[in-house]
């Protein structure tokens, strides 16, 4: 996915800019820094809520055991992390990571003050390089983050890397909009209505146009299934939903 500029600079993209790949990390550090203390409310205003049913969705066609290992990467403010915890027993287990410090921070105040905090770890990691050892997981989730990693196909192998044999990773992400008629709207909401709101609410237009921006440039339905399946993923397949707005992907460990 990256590319590699005339002087010889690996590249990669931030939104629509060209970026050196050393300094998206730091980009991508920025907006979530700035947009952490807002995150769940502007997740309600943009969505409409509607980023509630498809978390639920997604964590509902899990399958989830009680006694599951459970990885949620990128997992920000903890919505995932949430859901999943109920359905896990004593013998469960699920670490909340992010290479956010100030989204981790959200997410552990709130799951706490909800009182979850039987066998829960929270985890600081980048997804590109994980600390946590081989097969491990049973499943490993990540939602709305996939988009905003550097390598990408280093997240998908260190996601295959920590999973047991037999074990099942889940992609929640924005993908390509199956509808022509669809599109041209989602076009409008997403580059006129998202900064104009991220201004009002969090006073932050730039994050919001980044945020329209990566999910136009995250790869659609079938390069990211390609993508598992060259990570070394078996079994995969993807779910669209609201017409390919986002996608579920799933694959296998075998
Ligand atoms: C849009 S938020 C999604 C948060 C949460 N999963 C949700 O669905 O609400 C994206 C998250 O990805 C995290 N992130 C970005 N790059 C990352 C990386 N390389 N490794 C781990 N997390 C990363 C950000 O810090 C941010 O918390």
């Known amino acids: ?3 590699e500029n005339p002087q010889g600079t690996e590249t990669t993209h931030f939104g629509y800019k060209e970026v050196p790949v050393e300094e998206k990390q730091q980009l991508v550090g920025q907006v979530f820094d700035s947009v952490a203390e807002k995150y769940d409310i502007m997740n309600d205003v943009m969505s409409m809520g509607v980023h509630r ?3 639920r969705f997604f964590v509902q066609t899990c ?3 009680p006694d599951d290992q459970v990885l949620d990467l990128a997992g920000g403010t903890g919505d995932i ?5 109920p359905q896990l027993d004593e013998r469960g287990q699920i670490v909340l990571s992010d290479i956010n410090p100030n989204m981790l ?14 066998n829960l770890a929270f985890v600081e990691a980048n997804a590109e390089q994980l600390p946590f050892e081989d097969n491990r997981f049973d499943l490993v989730t990540i939602a709305f983050g996939l988009r905003n990693v550097t390598r990408q196909d280093r997240a998908l192998a260190e996601m ?20 022509p008629l669809l599109a041209k709207a989602y076009d409008a909401y997403s580059f006129g209505f998202l900064p104009a709101m991220g201004q009002l609410v969090a006073k932050d237009a730039e994050s919001y146009r980044y945020l329209a921006e990566s999910i136009r440039k995250h790869p659609d339905q079938e390069t990211l ?7 070394g993923f078996s079994g995969v397949r993807y779910q669209n939903l609201n017409a390919g707005i986002v996608a579920i992907h799933t694959g296998y460990k075998a």
């Open 63 to 65: 399958q989830i055991r």
């Open 53 to 55: 049913l498809w978390k």
């Open 81 to 85: 992390a949430a859901l999943i915890y």
């Open 160 to 179: 295959l890397r920590v999973l047991k044999p037999g074990g099942k990773a889940r992609i929640l992400e924005f993908s390509r909009v199956q509808s």
């Open 105 to 118: 921070a959200v997410g552990r105040r709130r799951l706490i003050d909800r009182g979850m905090v039987r």
């Open 1 to 3: 996915m990256n590319q």
């Open 225 to 231: 299934a390609a993508m598992m399946r060259e990570a």
